[in-house]
């Protein structure tokens, strides 16, 4: 079947099994590889994902809900050379160790601070449980409040 | 040669009565289900009696109780456990705000995952809690508009027969290690023909 959606702005349109995983077209017939497979059960979150914004586990995601939506990962996340929040809080903070989970973590802390812009301990626990094997979680704390007080300063340094 | 011919008879017979044997199995039930005598016929002629009895067999099974729980965590599996990754009711029932239900359960099964999936995937509300209550407590509770959202007595049945996410529980695929899930103890069509013969016989609830 053919398949029609927006990745990181971009029209795109695909002829493919429409229960292919969106991860398989995302790294293997789109190349892009930021996004990564972590378990293929929909546990671990290494493959989050942005469907019309919300966070999506994409290696349990069937191609063919992705028709006519707005699709981001890792790779469309900056504004051009405008690193997202996230991108810079997470450099600023050294958060990665082997790094093979953080786009996931990334992708999950970008919509969490869309939805809860100054998000608690409580909501980081309550809405990031992707899974790190290097532990880096303490570090991600961190960067996540780091994150939400960068895009606070960008909110205020907005023209109005 | 005779007595070479005799051992095959037999030997044919012996496989006949193996093969004929395993045919009359009930197909994906492995057992009868649990029938009240008088509603094996047919469940059209079912009492009001039978028919909640026969329709509580399937509100008190997991499949229906993992997603009506008496607190703010879905259940999971066979023996219920608490949704894995602390996974919670949120405000409207979907999840929390970066957690919905639809991060990860879309409108169907996903069987390459093993996670389960129908329209409407989330939490029956709060007032709507079966964990833990009496088959009577379930139906008082389901019956009473303060708890029901406010359905007539034809739109419960409606909910309970035709609701896509409640009838998800004769498809519900399998698991994350591609166990098929179990299902309720009676066929879907008896489920629907009882939860009917006991609207239409009043909605009788039997004393506790």
Redesign the interface.
Known sequence: MTISFNINGQPTSLDVDG?M?LLWVVRDMLDLKGTKFGC????CGACTLHVDG????S????VK?AEGKNITTIEGLSNGDQLHPVQQAWMEEIVPQCGYCQPGFMM?TA??L???PNPTDE?I?????NVCRCATYYRMRKAIHRAADIQSQNAKNQPS | MKKTYRAYLASSLLLGILVFGFSTTTGEYLSEPKLPEKSKSTAAELTPEQAFDLMMEVLTHKRCVNCHPSDDYPRQGEDSHIH?????RGPDNHG?????C???H???N?N????PGAPEWSLAPRKMAWQGLTRVEIARSMLNPDNNGGRTLEETVHHLTEHELVLWAWEPGVD?NGTPREKPPVPKAEYIKAVKAWAAGGAPIPEE
């Open positions: 229960d995983p293929g059960k929909a546990a919300k966070a999506i586990r290696c349990s995601y069937a809900y999950a919509a969490l869309s939805e809860i909501d626990d309550n809405n990031i449980v | 894995n990754f602390g996974v919670q929390v705000a970066a957690l919905q639809q991060t990860c879309q409108s169907e996903n390459h995952a093993g996670v994350a």
